[in-house]
């Protein structure tokens, strides 16, 4: 019995102290090095904008093409037009159709809201919707902000020309 307990107390302590820098060092290292390169931010542009005329002047519907140039992906989260009472982003289902909260845009990529699919349904057109007529529309992107569209009312028929591919990423 000839070490004080003081000096065995002070050994303990080190040995625990030696054991946790030890670990913070392994821990540490590599962890904060987080920040990935920044990739192009969206670039979004529409086109072909149309609405068929509607036999019930109170309800129609807009399609169009949304293409997104960047390189990160966007989305079209709402869509408001001076012209109507009420607009928003609908999807087609078999038998009806559901509202929906946004549109996904791909980067380097498009989305086409066209005729069984994604469309925005206007509410309360005024005046009531003519052959050649133009309707404002307003769409909100998360990150791109708002770009506004002059859609066109088209015969009840119309397809645009872009229409035939649905699956047209390429360009
Ligand atoms: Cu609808």
Same mark, same amino acid.
């Given at each position: +019995?000839?070490?004080?307990?003081?000096?065995?107390?002070?050994?303990?302590?080190?040995?625990?102290?030696?054991? #946790?820098?030890? *670990?913070?060092?392994?821990?540490?290292?590599?962890?904060?090095?987080?920040?990935?390169?920044?990739?192009?931010?969206?670039?979004?542009?529409?086109?072909?904008?149309?609405?068929? *005329? $509607?036999?019930?002047?109170? +309800?129609?519907?807009?399609? %169009?093409?949304?293409?997104?140039?960047?390189? #990160?992906?966007?989305? *079209?989260?709402?869509?408001?037009?001076?012209?109507?009472?009420?607009?928003?982003?609908?999807?087609? =289902?078999? =038998?009806? +159709?559901?509202?929906?909260?946004?549109?996904?845009?791909?980067?380097?990529?498009?989305?086409?809201?066209?005729?069984?699919? =994604?469309?925005?349904?206007? +509410?309360?057109?005024?005046?009531?919707?003519?052959?050649?007529?133009?309707?404002?529309?307003?769409?909100? %992107?998360?990150? $791109?902000?708002?770009?506004? @569209?002059?859609?066109? @009312?088209?015969?009840?028929?119309?397809?645009?020309?872009?229409?035939? =591919?649905?699956?047209? $990423?390429?360009?």
């Amino acid at each position: +019995m000839r070490l004080p307990r003081t000096a065995l107390a002070g050994a303990a302590g080190a040995a625990v102290l030696a054991g #946790s820098l030890a *670990l913070t060092a392994c821990g540490g290292s590599g962890s904060a090095a987080g920040t990935s390169a920044a990739a192009s931010p969206a670039s979004i542009s529409v086109s072909n904008a149309y609405i068929p *005329l $509607s036999a019930t002047p109170d +309800m129609a519907v807009a399609y %169009f093409d949304i293409s997104n140039t960047g390189g #990160s992906a966007d989305r *079209l989260t709402g869509v408001s037009s001076p012209s109507v009472q009420s607009a928003a982003l609908n999807r087609s =289902t078999e =038998t009806s +159709m559901e509202q929906i909260d946004g549109v996904d845009v791909p980067a380097h990529g498009s989305t086409q809201l066209a005729r069984g699919g =994604t469309h925005v349904m206007l +509410m309360g057109l005024k005046p009531a919707p003519k052959l050649g007529q133009h309707v404002q529309l307003r769409l909100s %992107f998360q990150h $791109s902000g708002t770009v506004t @569209v002059e859609a066109t @009312v088209q015969p009840l028929t119309y397809q645009p020309s872009s229409a035939p =591919t649905p699956a047209s $990423s390429t360009k």
